[in-house]
Structure formats: C-alpha cells, structure tokens
Nanobody, 115 residues
C-alpha cells in the first residue's frame, strides 16, 4: 500500500509563486518516476512535469522556464516550484508516482491564480 500526501496549494496573484510538495509513504521499494499533472475546470488532465529516478526532467511547453520539479532522496518527496504564475495555471494539481510499474495518485491540491 502506497500513500501520497500533497500540500502547498492555495490562492496567489498573477506573477506570484507557490511550491507544491508530495510525500510518498508505505510499501516503497523502487520509484521509477514522479510527476505532477493538473486538471483545469472543463479540461482534460494534462502533464505538467515529470522526473525520473535518473534525474531526467520533462516539462509541458506551457510551464517550461517557470516551473521546476525536484524530487527523490530519502524522503521520497517530489516538489514543484511554480513561479510567474498565470491565471491559466489555475487547476487541481495531482502528483503521480510510478513504483514497480504501478501508478499511484495523490488526492489533488487546488491552485488558483487570480487578482
């Protein structure tokens, strides 16, 4: 059993910053990749950023240069540093962890960017 606990969402003004964190616990023996996805109202779930166990990162075009993903280490945590936030970044953000070929999802955390 794997549990993911997300934190760090909230309301921020355009141009502001937020940091999301996701901590994995439970039966963790090998994390292959960790990532963040988001779903805006009325839209499909989309990839935001991923990081592999080897440290390779991938970003959606919409966030490249503004968001930074980091993760792993002894705490099995993945974080997303979000800068220069825009209203279109408003969404529920979910972390996903791949362990042994299985995907586990967090409960989601709301990010709202508005003046």
């Amino acid at each position: 059993q794997v549990q993911l606990v997300e934190s760090g969402g909230g309301l921020v003004q355009p141009g502001g910053s937020l940091r999301l964190s996701c901590a994995a616990s439970g039966s963790i023996f090998s994390i292959n990749a960790m990532g963040w996805y988001r779903q805006a109202p009325g839209k499909q779930l989309e990839l935001v950023a991923t990081i592999t166990s080897g440290g390779s990162t991938n970003y959606a075009d919409a966030v490249r240069g503004r968001f930074t993903i980091s993760g792993y280490g002894a705490k099995n945590t993945v974080s997303l540093e979000m800068n220069s936030l825009k209203p279109e970044d408003t969404a529920v953000y979910y972390c996903k962890v791949n362990i042994g070929g299985h995907n586990y999802w967090g409960q989601g955390t709301q990010v709202a960017v508005s003046s």
